[in-house]
């Protein structure tokens, strides 16, 4: 997490990245062994930015949702919305399986 500074910018990063790989792995790769994911931090004077790509079909456009579940009992729907509360830009790739988290450097 070097070089991040400040306990809750770190809790709210480790939260958005944990949820991304976790729907990497899951929903992208289908928790098959054989797929890979990669992660890629990329650090501006400005922004922390980490990219992550699985080997999955993509998510399409309409399941891009990042609003919670209107039912509270669902057991899914709430990652989406976390990883968009966690980072300050939240970009998909043309076809769905790469998505780019940034968060804006605190000066």
Avoid: Y
């Amino acid at each position: 997490m070097e070089p991040i500074k400040g306990e809750k910018t770190r809790e709210l990063i480790q939260l958005g990245l944990h949820e991304s790989l976790v729907n990497a792995v899951v929903h992208g790769n289908s928790s098959q062994k054989n797929k890979f994911i990669r992660v890629r931090r990329i650090i501006t004077p400005n922004w922390f930015v980490w990219q992550i790509q699985d080997d999955g079909k993509g998510v399409k456009k309409s399941q891009r949702i990042f609003t919670l579940p209107s039912e509270i009992e669902a057991e899914n729907g709430r990652g989406l919305f976390l990883i968009h509360e966690c980072f300050d830009d939240v970009r998909w790739s043309r076809k769905g399986n790469r998505l780019q988290l940034a968060l804006r450097r605190k000066k």
